[in-house]
């Protein structure tokens, strides 16, 4: 082996530990192979959507991370100001001053647009005084509005899986339900839904089949007992180049304890990926012997490797509709599709609400509080009327 060849055990290559070039090159006068090319699409792909994922991830943090340091306390404060302003204009629907029939419906759809912000922003209505608002400019008590409102989402939910088949009874499921309480009942149901995938399976698995299907299952069944054969060959043949208790050099020993690590959990994380790398890197130092990845070989791992693509692919895709990155995602469009916020724009909106919302309390307790009012109400009917 030339000196400067690469080496599994060299310490360049420990440091980048899987991150170096997993690629197949043509050899002089011997292009590559269908499979072979098809091998270094699969593994490129992988290589982005691995990136892509660790970038979106580290943005989407640091997005949260910003939340939860500027955006968090302004909404903290608006919601106290929001409060503070509903109990000074609640006593102005009874006030004689605003006679007109228009003032006072105006007023009522004004406090009740803060309101449903305020059970927006806090998930419910815990205030006694404001749920007694909240029952006089809605005309319905607070608790049977919100279970109004969770029956009407219930009901599209067991419609949602009626539509593939699933009768799900969810009328056990409360408002106020424990999250050991949902996740117990999301358990059942993914139960369930698996039992009915399973039937469903087993009743097609009856019927007779054609000599088409039955060959395909068997090229089927054939591919993946050589992927798990591959998988772990690879892991036992590597294994037993890496394994760290022969080497009698202390550098290397330390290089090959990390390597060995990686290995390990490549194998235990069915990551074919990640143990091509490994077997690549091997087969090069072997004398760069690629032929060993034979068409036949090639042709399960680039199946596996597919798979793999489409997992990252999910994940990618699902990365924003994640829990965690609710706060700091809104829904738009018709299909509420979750967007990031952006958070200087965020914290400047906010800015301005919390000043105009300061301005108009410090208004409403001078005796300029009446102007304030009529005002607000000018203001209100506007909006409406550009909505409509």
């Given amino acids: 082996m030339a000196d400067n060849q690469t080496s599994l055990f060299d310490a360049d290559t420990a ?33 982005t959507l691995r990136k892509k994922l660790a970038g979106d991830t580290r943005r989407l943090d640091a997005a949260l991370a910003y939340d939860a ?13 929001r409060k503070d302003l509903l109990r000074a204009l609640g006593p102005f629907l009874d006030d004689p001053r605003l006679p007109r029939k228009r003032e006072r419906k105006a007023l009522e759809g004004l406090i009740a647009d803060h309101l449903d912000a305020l059970v927006q922003a806090e998930g419910s209505l815990a205030d006694s005084d404001l749920r007694a608002l909240f029952e006089r400019v809605h005309r319905i008590s ?27 009874d969810l009328s056990d499921i409360e408002p106020n339900a424990s999250e050991e309480t949902l996740a117990a009942k999301a358990a059942e149901m993914a139960d369930r839904l698996q039992r009915q995938f399973e039937e469903e399976a087993g009743a ?53 304890v990390a390597l060995m690590q990686e290995l390990t959990t490549a194998y235990h994380d069915n990551d074919l990926h990640s143990l091509l790398r490994l077997e690549l890197a091997w087969l090069q130092r072997e004398e ?23 997992e990252l692919q999910w994940e990618l895709d699902e990365l924003p509709y994640h829990p965690r990155y609710q706060p700091i995602m809104v829904e738009t469009g018709p ?26 309390l410090a208004r ?25």
């Fill in 15 to 47: 440091d980048r530990g899987m991150t170096g070039e997993l690629v197949l090159r043509a050899q002089p006068n011997r292009p590559l192979t269908k499979a072979q090319r098809t091998f270094n699409r699969l593994v490129g792909k992988i290589e």
């Fill in 69 to 81: 340091q500027h955006l968090h306390p302004r909404r903290v404060r608006l919601t106290a100001l």
């Fill in 142 to 168: 607070f608790d049977r509005a919100e279970r109004e409102g969770f029956e009407a989402v219930r009901s599209m939910m067991e419609e949602a899986f009626g539509e593939f088949g699933l009768d799900v």
């Fill in 204 to 256: 097609r698995s009856d019927r007779p089949q054609s000599k088409r299907q039955s060959a395909k299952e068997l090229r089927l069944k054939q591919a993946e007992e050589m992927r798990k054969k591959s998988l772990t060959t690879i892991y036992r043949q590597l294994a037993k180049a890496l394994h760290p208790d022969l080497e009698p050099d202390p550098e290397r020993r330390e290089r090959k």
């Fill in 288 to 310: 760069g012997d690629i032929e060993r990845l034979t068409d036949e070989k090639l042709a399960v791992y680039n199946q596996v490797l597919k798979e793999q693509a489409d």
């Fill in 335 to 360: 299909l509420g599709i979750p967007m990031q916020t952006d958070g200087p724009t965020e914290a400047w909106r906010l800015d301005r609400m919390i000043v105009s919302l300061e301005a108009g």
């Fill in 364 to 388: 409403l307790r001078t005796d300029e509080a009446l102007a304030e009012v009529r005002g607000a109400i000018q203001a209100f009917r506007a909006v409406s009327q550009g909505r409509s």
